[in-house]
């Protein structure tokens, strides 16, 4: 049974920085391709980084270039976001999302491209 936790959210001022976390189980995490989703009050969940294995391609959102950094840690089976020099427009609440390689068919930012999610963590940039 795949499971993933995020933790990390927080309010934070305009400038400043929040590392999210994204704790995973029940798989093997170096064979899947992991995102990060966004999703604030009226919007739709949009793509806003991704890791994708083995080669650990990793792609942005043009709105979090230069400021936010996906990365891994396979020892802990964790996926992190950085988060530098948040915005108000970051506000969101943060999903997690997993999808084993041999399902990942390249389209990094499309949500159903994504078999597991996480419950999401809240982000608030004042």
């Known amino acids: 049974h795949v499971q993933l936790v995020e933790s990390g959210g927080g309010s934070v001022q305009a400038g400043g920085s929040l590392r999210l976390s994204c704790a995973a189980s029940g798989y093997t995490y170096d064979r899947y391709c992991m995102a990060w989703f966004r999703q604030a009050p009226g919007n739709d969940r949009e793509g806003v980084a991704a890791?994708?294995?083995?080669?650990?391609?990793?792609y942005y959102a043009d709105s979090v270039k230069g400021r936010f950094t996906i990365s891994r840690d396979i020892a802990n089976n964790t996926l992190y976001l950085q988060m530098n020099k948040l915005k108000p427009e970051d506000t969101a609440t943060y999903y997690c999302a997993a999808v084993p390689r041999g399902f990942y068919s390249g389209r990094w930012g499309v949500l159903k491209e994504y078999a597991y999610w996480g419950q999401g963590t809240q982000v608030t940039v004042s």
């Open positions: 890791l994708y294995s083995p080669m650990s391609d990793t």
